[in-house]
């Protein structure tokens, strides 16, 4: 269970606070599982369960960037259906969107990945804080440009909510309600940038593995 104090830093009407919040979680949820499942789980377990193990990438850099996008921002579609919805069991506490459970549920199965080495692309393990710098890899690796894309459009449409759960009443707005601000649009924005630019990082780091340049 959440505390609804951190419920409410995480949906908070100032934008930066949701995305302060949500950030620090990000960063204390993905450490820990990785160095929990790095400990616990056998090395590669994801592996024969990524859906992406068989999918090849094409040998161009544009179209190999194009798919891995697409294939990212379903990942984006879930969060922004999910922030349709909010609920709450009582008027004492907030609305909270679903959109973050999808996103952490997703931050949770990278953090697994990358603690038991299950990436689609094969190559040799590395010790676990080589791992976790390795994040930090900016460069090289898309994985950090896609989380932090995601997490801005998590925070930009946390507010989004057109659905509304009250314990056992449910209450529908209409999307013209919504009062939807410059910024939260140039933050989704944003997101979207930074998960373009993962794909195209990891595309790269994809061919050069494959000796495709």
């Known amino acids: 269970m959440i505390p609804q104090a951190f419920k409410a830093k995480l949906v908070s009407e100032k934008l930066t606070d949701r995305i302060l919040w949500t ?10 599982v990785t160095v929990v499942s790095y400990y616990i789980l056998p090395e590669g377990i994801l592996r024969s369960r990524n859906p992406v193990q068989n999918w090849e990438t094409s040998p161009s850099l544009l179209f190999s960037t194009l798919q891995i996008l697409s294939y990212n921002l379903m990942s984006v579609g879930f969060i922004l259906l ?22 952490f549920v997703l931050i949770i199965i990278n953090a697994i990945t990358l603690g038991t080495w299950s990436f689609a692309v094969e190559s040799p393990a590395v010790p676990l804080l080589e791992r976790l710098l390795g994040m930090t890899m900016i460069f090289q690796r898309g994985g950090l440009w896609e989380i932090m894309g995601q997490l801005l459009i998590l925070c930009g449409t946390a507010k989004f909510a057109l659905v509304l759960i009250d314990g056992k009443t449910t209450q529908t707005r209409h999307w013209t309600t919504l009062q939807i601000n410059t910024t939260e649009i140039v ?5 979207l940038v930074l998960m373009l630019i993962g794909a195209f990082v990891e595309s790269q780091s994809i061919i050069q593995v494959q000796g495709g340049v």
């Open 23 to 32: 950030l620090l979680s990000f960063l204390a949820v993905f450490t820990l």
């Open 187 to 191: 933050v989704v924005v944003l997101g």
């Open 82 to 103: 999910g922030n349709l919805f909010a609920s709450r069991k009582n008027p004492s506490e907030v609305y909270f969107p679903l959109g973050y459970s999808v996103f």
